[in-house]
């Protein structure tokens, strides 16, 4: 079963299940070797708010803290308005924290850079431009010569499983192959760490099944740090090794789940076997329990 840690600042957290399982196991695969490779993805004590001209500003985030280190898998999970989104753009350096920092190996993250790679909810694919002249982009952008970046970018092109597809257009795609584009595209660079701001939203049931089990994969291929936001507490359960449950405004973690399911997977090769199984509907129920209780406490649904 999972292990809970509870943040000392809630309530909650002291009555969530203190049952745990302990053999969780390390992911496998390769190291990375890219920018920033086997560093550390900090946030210290971090506080965002928002100026606003007239009424009051608006507390987004207050004193959060997580580390992610190389192979670790964190999911986000929260009401609707609890930060998410604003932490993921702390950690890509998008913007800047009103108090507190960001550091990637130690170093401050002052903005946006090939570390760190992004993989947004909209694919944000340039529709003018092929499969493989997407995924070279920002390595051209970046300088690096025509047959090196077609051959780095080939290389991740066939690891999200799109090999015979590098010279269609985008709009010849279906949704779930183009998120493997943009995952691709995130990778290309070999950043140290994947940030992916619910990047299977928008897709169907069965494809969003199949791109779980394909980020799963990759995850464990590249040993990538992975920060990850959704709004489906089956998939957060399914595919972290790190789950943080967030408050609503002000943003702030809650709770912490030291989780192995996807381990199980990777032995098994069955999600819904894993998905199926007793204690993950145990957690499952306890995390909506939670999230629930913040959306009525926040007055975000009726009942």
Same mark, same amino acid.
């Given at each position: ?37 086997? $560093? ?45 989104t604003t932490f993921l753009n702390l950690l890509a350096g998008f913007i800047k924290p009103t108090e507190g920092n960001v550091t990637l190996g130690? $170093? ?13 909810? $909209? ?39 799109? $090999? ?50 394909? =980020? ?12 990850? =936001? ?50 993950? =509907? ?8 939670? =999230? ?12």
């Amino acid at each position: 079963m999972a292990q809970v840690k509870g943040r000392p600042a809630s309530k909650k957290a002291k009555s969530a299940s203190t049952k745990s399982r302990k053999n969780s196991r390390p992911a496998k695969g390769g190291k990375a070797t890219g920018n920033g490779s086997g $560093k550390e993805l900090r946030a210290e004590a971090v506080t965002v708010v928002y100026p606003v001209k007239e009424g009051d500003d608006v507390h987004a985030l207050e004193k959060v803290s997580l580390s992610i280190s190389p192979g670790d898998f964190v999911v986000a999970l929260g009401a609707s308005g609890c930060g998410k989104t604003t932490f993921l753009n702390l950690l890509a350096g998008f913007i800047k924290p009103t108090e507190g920092n960001v550091t990637l190996g130690g $170093k401050p993250v002052l903005g946006p850079g090939a570390d760190r790679g992004v993989v947004f909810q $909209k694919h944000a694919l340039l529709p003018w431009l092929k499969v493989l002249q997407n995924v070279t982009f920002g390595l051209k952008m970046q300088g690096i010569p025509q047959d090196k970046r077609r051959d780095m970018a080939r290389k991740y092109i066939d690891l999200v499983g799109l $090999k015979d597809f590098e010279q269609k257009n985008i709009y010849e795609l279906s949704g779930g192959m183009q998120q493997r584009v943009g995952l691709a595209r995130a990778l290309t660079s070999d950043p140290a760490a994947l940030l992916m701001d619910e990047p299977l939203g928008a897709l169907d049931a069965l494809t969003r099944d199949n791109m779980q089990e394909l =980020i799963l994969d990759v995850w464990r291929e590249t040993h990538k740090a992975i920060f990850f =936001i959704t709004h489906s507490v089956e998939e957060a359960l399914f595919m972290a090794t790190k789950l943080i449950v967030m408050s609503p405004r002000p943003g702030r973690i809650t709770h912490e789940y030291e989780l192995d399911f996807c381990h199980r997977f990777f032995e098994c090769r069955d999600a819904r076997k894993v998905k199926s199984m007793p204690d993950f =509907i145990e957690m499952r129920e306890e995390i909506i329990t939670i =999230i629930r209780g913040d959306e009525l406490e926040g007055g975000n649904i009726h009942v």
